[in-house]
């Protein structure tokens, strides 16, 4: 590849060699990107999926970049009281880990809309700083956004512990264990959402079929070295 390439064509290169012929969507994670970064990696890439973390900052970026026709998926928290924004503002919600916000999502999302697009987050380390559903609530969740026409249920995410590569490829074994599991019953089902810019191999490795980047992309972010 070309030395003047840019950041995200070598990251789709990675990605490409990876996946070894199968199909893996890269999410650029634009949470705390101005707009003006978010249009020049779009306008020079043609990239089109930007997660974000906070509901309010996603509101001004898509009002701003409407013309774009980007893709949004929010990968932050959902506070239960944002899900009106939530379900007018995201294509895809990819944190969903309780079953309170699913049926406020539907009431919300508007009609003349495609369903609102989620993935179960799970918290496949259990770790008590992370948000996520247990792997034995999996099912439950799912069956509520089954049971919703304004809902569609894509898949799952996880973001494991940090750790060396070894603990790193557990978890995503784990995780692709429990997407096979889902889509036994739920067949539609065709999101693993796992690795991110220092992990995504690994991730591809065991199965992932999106991966969440953004320093790798943008560079560090504001106020970081």
């Not at 893996?24 to 707009?35: G, M, N, Q, W």
């Not at 970049?65 to 895809?92: M, Y």
């Not at 750790?163 to 692709?176: H, K, V, W």
């Amino acid at each position: 590849m070309s030395s003047s390439a840019q950041p995200i064509d070598r990251i789709r290169e990675r990605i490409s060699q990876a996946a070894d012929g199968r199909q893996v969507d890269l999410l650029a994670v634009s949470k705390t990107r101005s707009d003006i970064e978010v249009r020049a990696l779009a306008e020079s890439s043609g990239q089109r999926a930007f997660g974000e973390n906070y509901v309010q900052e996603a509101m001004a970026k898509r009002e701003a970049l409407a013309d774009l026709g980007p893709v949004w998926h929010l990968i932050g928290h959902l506070q239960s009281n944002k899900c009106r924004e939530a379900a007018e503002t995201f294509d895809w919600i990819d944190s969903i880990d309780r079953a309170k916000l699913i049926a406020p999502l539907a009431r919300f999302r508007p009609a003349d809309r495609a369903p609102l697009n989620l993935l179960i987050q799970v918290n496949i380390d259990d770790e008590d700083s992370k948000s996520g559903c247990r792997p034995d609530q999996i099912e439950a969740l799912a069956a509520a956004i089954a049971a919703e026409s304004r809902l569609k249920l894509r898949g799952l995410m996880a973001i494991p512990a940090p750790g060396d590569p070894a603990s790193l490829r557990r978890a995503f074994a784990a995780m692709r264990q429990l997407f096979e599991r889902l889509r036994a019953t739920h067949r539609d089902a065709d999101t693993l959402s796992m690795g991110m810019s220092d992990d995504f191999e690994l991730a591809i490795a065991e199965g992932a079929t999106q991966v969440r980047i953004g320093t790798a992309l943008f560079g560090p972010r504001p106020g970081k070295s």
